[in-house]
């Protein structure tokens, strides 16, 4: 139904910057909140940020100050712009569509929807 693509991954060295996109598809009346999740190995993945189709942010306090979240709803695209990127960093980073009403004629689906993730790797 939804349809999430990331990219913008790719291996920085710590300082570095980084910033991936999440772009949706599919017949989306609208997104009820888009949140970066990031997995590593080992660990459970974790909430990054989130943000509201009211524009509302929460961050994690690991990432608070270098991490930004902005969406374009007009384009179905969230992006998360990191910057200062350190090793602890490195994850797998899942797109995560939540409170998403789809429609199709006269039918709405209330779901969410996940990404299939991208590589972010923090290394000198």
């Known amino acids: 139904q939804v349809h999430l693509v990331e990219s913008g991954g790719g291996l920085v060295q710590p300082g570095g910057s980084l910033t991936l996109s999440c772009a949706a598809s599919?017949?989306?009346?609208?997104?009820?909140?888009v949140g970066w999740h990031r997995q590593a190995p080992g660990k459970q993945r974790e909430l990054v940020a989130a943000?509201?189709?009211?524009?509302?942010?929460n961050y994690a306090d690991s990432v608070k100050g270098r991490f930004t979240i902005f969406r374009d709803s007009a384009k179905n695209t969230a992006y998360l712009q990191m910057n200062n990127l350190q090793p602890e960093d490195t994850a797998v980073y899942l797109c995560h569509a939540d409170w998403a009403i789809t429609y199709s004629g006269n039918q709405r689906v209330l779901d969410d929807y996940w990404g299939q993730g991208t590589q972010v790797t923090v290394s000198s």
């Open positions: 943000i509201t189709d009211g524009g509302k942010t």
């Open positions: 599919g017949k989306i009346f609208s997104i009820g909140a």
